[in-house]
Structure formats: structure tokens, C-alpha cells
């Protein structure tokens, strides 16, 4: 079987696994959220809090708890790195220099993960397990809780109410992130990936000499880190790592955790808001970009010429021999169109164009099928653009899901596609024009740009995969990157509750015959011509100056 071949079997298998597992988790998100029942442990968890999980919040409360909850996140992550080298468990690691540390905190409360350090290197059992691994359940259950409030905004009407956030995270935790992580885990395990608690040991290589390797509970981090869009590796190689991700089975496992609930969250959508076509419509606007994009990379990275290319059969530089090219253009869309940032090759050793759908993969908002719960509240902010847009081409008021899109609305969408763009941009710009920033390039021109873009891109989409080649661990990229990230998942944050409190005070739309239906593939087509284009306008003359003019060249 030829390596396309072999690529396109693995394809299908995946579509094939998220068809059959979607339907059944969406409509159990859709019970845990809906359910006002309480299971024991999430009542002590309540009364451990002090929260009364029955009451309702408007969207400011919401949104202070969503704020308060990070916050206490960042300083807790924050001061265990700080006192790391006086545990139990360090392994004799130093603790955590204070601007790492920050930017370290920053991006794993973010669902970023962003890592400016190696983790075999610098992080003990205590900071891996107990503060790292923590926040990948909690930073995915705050997206999703987020999310679900946004359905709520449409689902509800003459409310200001979204429901309760200490509710929807502590269910999102108990009851969706950690049975699938267990199971998950498990799975991993059989595969070959490792899960102990042992300390550093030597050794032996082929070539003579020793090495030193540390274990860890890899597999029940590697389950969240995938599960939740995480992407934080154990070891610095990341899935790379034969720790983490031992074969060909395990690398596709672990491409269908990723993808799995930011999937699955549509049909929960559709079943909050009684209509489960228009949730479908979401899936179809985020499958088609996902299955284009993947067709894309395979194709740019089988395709390259040259004579080492031929011998290769394709671009195998920055690839493992072990996933081969198709394994790696799945696994490489999968993590930039997610807000995953895992990685199972170097994508900076990509070619030119298969760099440049990496970045733009990320610059769409990381909304096909995005990051957990990020990405159905990106992709329906489109979805009220693409309405917006719709109702001017016929002169008609917007709406969507019964709910007119006025003035307000479309503010609040607008803000929240601005603010990426702006830190990304911003950026990228005051790092590429002063010297500092610049000497951390070991790549000058169009690749040495698209380092810089890369970084900020990935930290302000709170994704958290990198180009290698830039040294991002300094004190501007730590502190530039780690203010990236908490503005990138924050600020969008206020606009979507606030969007979601507009819509719930609103009365219902009787649909009429002008009502235009969105939830027909023409709509899904509008969505996916709307998200292009915004994105397109945005960050063309950035890819210009990187990923397109390496890709020409080249």
C-alpha cells in the first residue's frame, strides 16, 4: 500500500470513529448541562466552595466567576513552580525562574500550554501531576462552560439568566473530562505509553555512553492534554516522544481525542437549542474546513519536489519515520485547527505552504472544530457574522435561532474577532522591529518572520505548538507571550457572555417567510465563505511576508 493510500485509510478510520462516538457525547453533554441534579461528590465539591450550584447567574456574575477562577489558577500554578525545589518530588529540579513560571501558569490556565521549557528537564512529579495535569481538566471545563452559556443566550428568552459556572465546571469535570480521560489513559497505556512515578535513570545508547530519562504519569496527562485541547507534552519532544506517543495506533487514538468533543459540542448545541439541524449545519461549516485543510497539508507535504523529497517520498524532514507524512498532516491540522498545540513533528521543518496552513489554521480563530468549548462559541460568533452579513445583502434584520442580531449583537461580534488579530499583529511587529527579540531567530527572512508570527499566533489563539528554531525562553518572550495568552482567552471571553446575556433578554422571532433558514448548506456555505474571507483580509499580507514568500521561493 502506497503512503497516500495509507493516509487516506487512516482518514477515513478517523471520520468514521468521530461519526460513531459524536451523537452518543453530544446528547450526554446536553443531559449533564441540562440536568439539575447533582451527583455526592459534586455536592461536596459545592459545599467545599461554598457555592449554591442551583442558582442562576446573569452574565457579569458569570463572567466574574469565570475571571476569579482563572485568576486563583494562574497564582496557585504560579507559586508551586516557585517552590518546586523545596517538595517532595521535584527530582532534584530547581524551582522555576520567576518569568517562566508566569508565562508557564498563563498558558496552562489558558488552554494554551505553551512550553519555553523542556519538561523531562525542568518540571518534578508534583508540578507535572499535581498543578499541570490539574489545569488541563479545569482550563477545558472553563471553555466549555463558557460555551454552554452562549447556547444557554440563545436557548432562553426574556432571561438575563446563563445558568451557573461553578455548576457547568465542576459537572464538565466530574462528569465529561474525567470518565473519557480514564478510559483514554487506559487505552494509552495498552498502546505502550508509560505511567509511573519513577525517578531519573541511565541510559545506555547504541552509539556508547548513557542518557538520563525520568518517568511520569504520562498517559493520564497525554489523555487530558489531547482530550481537552491542551496539548502541554511530558517530555519535550511532545507526541513525538515514544513515551508519549509509541506508534501508529496510538498516534491516530490520540488525533481522535483531540478532535472528539469540540465535535461532539455541536450536536449538544443543536440539542439546547431544539434543533438539531442547526447544529449539524455548525458541523458541516467545521468538517469541510477540517477535511480541506488536511487534504491541503497531505498534499503539499507528498508533493514537494526534489531529489532528496523523491527518495523520501515526500517532505520527511521534522517527521517521524514512525507516523510517516500522512500520520503527521493529520495530526499537525488536527492540533492548529483545535486549540491543542500537541505536536507529533516540528512543523517549522514543514514546507513553506505546509508552514503557512499550520499558521492560517490558526488565525481562522481555531473554530473547525476549535478548541473545547472555544471553538463552538468561535464558530457561532461567525455564525452571527454570517447572518449579519446575509441580512445586509437583502435589506432584512438578522436573525438567528429566533433571536434578532441588532446593534449590540454585532458589536460584540466584531469585538470579539478584533482582539486575536490585534495581539497577534501588534505583536509580532514591535518583536520583528526591535534587536532583542530579534537575536532570539536562528532563521533570518521569511522563516525567521514566520517564527515570530508563529509564536504569537499560537499564543494568542491559545494554541501552544511552536516553530522550533526560535529561543522563545527569555524574559520578553515569556512575559510578551504569557500577556498574549491571557488577553487571548479573557478578553474574547467578555464579549461572548455579554453576547450571550443580550440574547437571553430577548423575546423569540416568529420565523416568517424572509427568515432566512441557517440551517441549510447554503448557510453552512455562507459560514465557511464568511470565515475565510474575515481571516483572509486579516493576515494575508502577514502569511505574505513569511509562509507564501518561503513557499515561492522555494
Not at 49 to 58: D, L
Not at 129 to 137: D, E, I, K, P, Y
Not at 279 to 300: D, E, H, K, N, Q
Not at 368 to 394: D, E, H, K, T
Request: with cysteine; charged share 10%; hydrophobic share 50%.
Amino acid at each position: 500500500m502506497s503512503p497516500q493510500a495509507a493516509g487516506l485509510l487512516q482518514l477515513t478510520a478517523l471520520i468514521a470513529a468521530l461519526a460513531l462516538a459524536c451523537r452518543p457525547l453530544g446528547d450526554h453533554m446536553a443531559k449533564v448541562y441540562s440536568s439539575d441534579k447533582h451527583s455526592r461528590p459534586e455536592k461536596w465539591i459545592y459545599r467545599a466552595i461554598g457555592v449554591n450550584p442551583a442558582a442562576e447567574m446573569r452574565w457579569p456574575s458569570y463572567l466574574r466567576g469565570v475571571l476569579a477562577f482563572s485568576a486563583a489558577s494562574v497564582l496557585f500554578l504560579y507559586l508551586l513552580q516557585r517552590i518546586q525545589g523545596s517538595m517532595p518530588g521535584s527530582l532534584g529540579f530547581s524551582s522555576i525562574d520567576p518569568d517562566q513560571a508566569f508565562n508557564t501558569a498563563a498558558s496552562f490556565v489558558a488552554n494554551t500550554n505553551w512550553q519555553s521549557y523542556s519538561g523531562e528537564q525542568a518540571m518534578g512529579h508534583v508540578v507535572q501531576t499535581g498543578g499541570l495535569a490539574v489545569q488541563n481538566f479545569l482550563s477545558a471545563a472553563v471553555g466549555m462552560a463558557v460555551a454552554v452559556a452562549l447556547v444557554r443566550g440563545f436557548a432562553r428568552s426574556r432571561t438575563g439568566e446563563l445558568g451557573n459556572f461553578w455548576a457547568d465546571l465542576v459537572r464538565g469535570t466530574v462528569r465529561v473530562l474525567l470518565p473519557i480521560s480514564v478510559i483514554g489513559a487506559l487505552v494509552l497505556v495498552a498502546c505502550g505509553a508509560i505511567q509511573n512515578f519513577s525517578g531519573i535513570h541511565q541510559v545506555g545508547q547504541f552509539t556508547g555512553g548513557t542518557q538520563e530519562w525520568n518517568g511520569g504519569a504520562v498517559a493520564s496527562q497525554e489523555a487530558i492534554k489531547e482530550l481537552g485541547t491542551n496539548g502541554g507534552g511530558y517530555f519535550n519532544a511532545n507526541s513525538a516522544h515514544p513515551f508519549e506517543n509509541p506508534n501508529p495506533l496510538s498516534n491516530l487514538f490520540e488525533i481522535f481525542l483531540i478532535l472528539l468533543i469540540p465535535f461532539a459540542l455541536t450536536r449538544t448545541f443543536g440539542r439546547m437549542a431544539g434543533s438539531l439541524r442547526q447544529g449539524y449545519a455548525i458541523l458541516g461549516a467545521m468538517a469541510v474546513i477540517w477535511i480541506g485543510f488536511t487534504a491541503l497539508m497531505m498534499w503539499t507535504e507528498f508533493a514537494h519536489r526534489g531529489p532528496a523529497f523523491e527518495i523520501a517520498g515526500g517532505a520527511m524532514e521534522g517527521k517521524e519515520t514512525r507516523f510517516g507524512i500522512a500520520g503527521s498532516s493529520i495530526f499537525a491540522v488536527a492540533t492548529t485547527l483545535t486549540s491543542t498545540g500537541a505536536v507529533n513533528s516540528f512543523h517549522s521543518s514543514y514546507t513553506g505552504f505546509g508552514g503557512g496552513i499550520t499558521l492560517l489554521g490558526m488565525q481562522l480563530g481555531e473554530i473547525a472544530p476549535g478548541g473545547v468549548g472555544s471553538g463552538l462559541y468561535g464558530m457561532l460568533i461567525m455564525a452571527v457574522i454570517a447572518v449579519f452579513i446575509a441580512g445586509l445583502m437583502v435589506g432584512r434584520t438578522p436573525e438567528y435561532l429566533g433571536k434578532k442580531i441588532g446593534t449590540r449583537q454585532i458589536k460584540l461580534a466584531a469585538c470579539y474577532i478584533l482582539v486575536t488579530p490585534a495581539l497577534v499583529l501588534g505583536f509580532t511587529a514591535v518583536a520583528v522591529a526591535l534587536p532583542a527579540p530579534a537575536d532570539s531567530m536562528t532563521n533570518s527572512g521569511a522563516h525567521g518572520f514566520s517564527e515570530i508570527l508563529y509564536a504569537y499566533t499560537s499564543g494568542a489563539n491559545n494554541n501552544g505548538s511552536a516553530f522550533a528554531g526560535l529561543d522563545a525562553d527569555t524574559p520578553w518572550f515569556n512575559t510578551t507571550i504569557g500577556i498574549a495568552i491571557l488577553l487571548g482567552r479573557f478578553l474574547p471571553m467578555v464579549f461572548v457572555l455579554a453576547l450571550a446575556g443580550s440574547l437571553a433578554e430577548q423575546r423569540p422571532v416568529p420565523e416568517t417567510a424572509g427568515t432566512l433558514r441557517t440551517d441549510k448548506p447554503l448557510y453552512a456555505g455562507l459560514l465557511v465563505g464568511t470565515i475565510l474571507i474575515i481571516t483572509g483580509l486579516t493576515y494575508f499580507p502577514a502569511l505574505a511576508l513569511g509562509p507564501l514568500a518561503e513557499g515561492l521561493a522555494s
